[in-house]
């Protein structure tokens, strides 16, 4: 009763002050980040749960989800940041020119697209390609931590300053965490961390630290 008559006090107070044209800012508590409930889903469920998902705002401006590509059974995960214009389009990982050097990233290692996985921390598109940011990343990254449990890799390679801080919980620079076999927790699985191939394609005097990592990937992995 007493909450009805404030509930209603306060509306009379607002309509009068709205009437004296005074503007109001009523405090509103900040929205709070939706995650999915992923822990039973099964693999398809689980994509088909992405197709669907519209748990943060980066659903009202994607063509398509992009959820992954490659052998989900694959002891080796290549995770990358977030879906490019060309992956928006396709649907697919890493199919525009910084999927081209990749591929032969892949190749410098005797991989193939084919034979590993490639994910990202976000399934759609961030407009104009900024980064995603840290709400995008704690809504969508629940969908990542369940193809890690279905896949069960035996290495993660983190592409990309992104990609390696979020699975790191590090702000430290993609230099320092280059170079060092880290564990991804709780699932206490290895990470190596090596620079984004879009990076690589505006600092390619980086792509001779890359083939470095690459190779330290290579022994680890044994491929
Ligand atoms: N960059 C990414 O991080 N992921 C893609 O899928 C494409 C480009
Ligand atoms: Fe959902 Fe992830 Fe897309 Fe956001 S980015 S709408 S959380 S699938």
Not at 171 to 187: A, C, D, F, Y
Request: with cysteine; hydrophobic share 40%.
């Amino acid at each position: 009763m007493e909450n009805e008559l404030q509930v209603k006090l306060e509306g009379n107070l607002l309509t009068f002050l709205r009437a004296m044209g005074i503007p109001i800012w009523v405090k509103r508590e900040p929205e709070p980040v939706l995650t999915p409930q992923t822990e039973s889903l099964s693999w398809s469920a689980l994509e088909q749960t992405v197709k669907a998902c519209t748990l943060c705002p980066l659903h009202q401006t994607r063509l398509q989800t992009v959820f992954g590509s490659g052998d989900p059974t694959s002891p080796i995960l290549f995770i990358g940041e977030g879906p490019g214009a060309n992956e928006d389009r396709q649907g697919l990982p890493f199919v525009g020119r910084a999927g081209q050097l990749l591929d032969a990233m892949l190749m410098a290692i005797n991989l193939d697209r084919k034979n590993i996985y490639i994910a990202n921390i976000v399934k759609c598109r961030p407009p104009h390609n900024r980064d995603p940011s840290p709400d995008e990343i704690a809504a969508c990254t629940p969908y990542l931590r369940q193809q890690i449990k279905h896949i069960q890799p035996k290495l993660i390679v983190a592409l990309g300053r992104v990609a390696a801080q979020y699975l790191l919980k590090s702000s430290v620079s993609m230099n320092k965490l280059r170079g060092h076999v880290h564990t991804l927790s709780p699932e206490n699985l290895p990470v190596m961390v090596t620079y984004h191939p879009a990076y690589l394609l505006r600092n390619p005097l980086d792509k001779a630290q890359a083939l470095e990592d690459l190779y330290r990937i290579r022994a680890y992995a044994g491929t």
